[in-house]
């Protein structure tokens, strides 16, 4: 049996436009999950504060669960692409703090440049 490791092969996330959102396991779009909770809003507003509430938190919880920045802290399962990941990584660290070291002088140099030619103009008004 071959082990696809791709999450494209795993039936939710398959792009099929005939598949209700059911089948894809991600539940009924927003606007229909809105009017749900204006319905019961309507006929019982704590319940529907209580569906607001829970739709926020179930948002909130999907956001922080699924985020970009989880990828880069877990395994492949591929030493050499882990390794070859982490070198990299580090290489990108070292260059963005040397960069940020040469943006740093270069900021000295030109606010000492800016307050050499402030005092030049200032001698020279008084000069006049």
Known sequence: MRLIMSHCAHAAFRSDPAASWRGRGFGPPLPLKLLLVGAVFFICP???????????????????????????RHSTGNSALDAKRRDT??????????????????RERRDREAYERFQAERQEKKED
């Open 89 to 106: 990584l580090k290489a990108l660290d070292e260059e963005a703090e040397a960069f940020e070291e040469f943006a740093r002088r270069e």
């Open 46 to 72: 704590p319940l529907g504060l209580l569906a607001l509430g829970f739709l926020a938190w179930r948002h909130v919880r999907w956001e922080r669960g699924c985020g970009g920045h989880r990828a880069f």
